[in-house]
């Protein structure tokens, strides 16, 4: 471990961190918008896109 920067630990950490949020966020986000529209059309009546 020589040339390792220590230095760059915290900014991977963060990215990989930051990454990882938005990718759960939109993988549950996604299919819960779907399902809720889907949902309200059954029991509302409302169009899907709106």
Same mark, same amino acid.
């Given at each position: 471990?020589?040339?390792?920067?220590?230095?760059?630990?915290?900014?991977?950490?963060?990215? #990989?961190?930051? #990454?990882?949020?938005?990718t759960?966020?939109?993988?549950?986000?996604?299919?819960?918008?779907?399902?809720?529209?889907?949902?309200?059309?059954?029991?509302? #009546?409302?169009?899907?896109?709106?």
């Open positions: 471990m020589g040339d390792f920067n220590f230095a760059l630990l915290p900014i991977m950490v963060i990215g #990989g961190v930051a #990454g990882l949020a938005s759960l966020y939109l993988v549950i986000s996604l299919p819960a918008v779907i399902i809720w529209k889907i949902y309200r059309k059954i029991t509302k #009546g409302i169009p899907l896109t709106k």
